[in-house]
């Protein structure tokens, strides 16, 4: 999840909030101060959209390289 992340912050446009978020996700305690980062600079929704639009990435690749259907659950709920 650090690589997700990691990206996620390179994609912030504002370079002054990009360069205090790299700093925030280096060394213990990462995680958290990142979402206080994320608090700050407004940026939550953005980052659970990000994050798990690439998580779904994640497991559909995983599944076509192990030969195993991908059915998307989303459409299930309501």
Request: with cysteine; proline share 1%.
């Amino acid at each position: 999840e650090y690589r997700i992340v990691e990206n996620f912050v390179y994609l912030v446009p504002i370079e002054e909030q990009r360069e205090e978020m790299l700093n925030k996700i280096q060394g213990r305690g990462a995680f958290s101060r990142f979402k206080r980062g994320l608090e700050r600079f407004l940026l939550e929704e953005e980052w659970y959209k990000y994050r798990d639009a690439e998580i779904t990435k994640f497991a559909q690749e995983w599944c076509q390289e192990n030969n195993i259907q991908y059915e998307n659950g989303s459409e299930n709920q309501i």
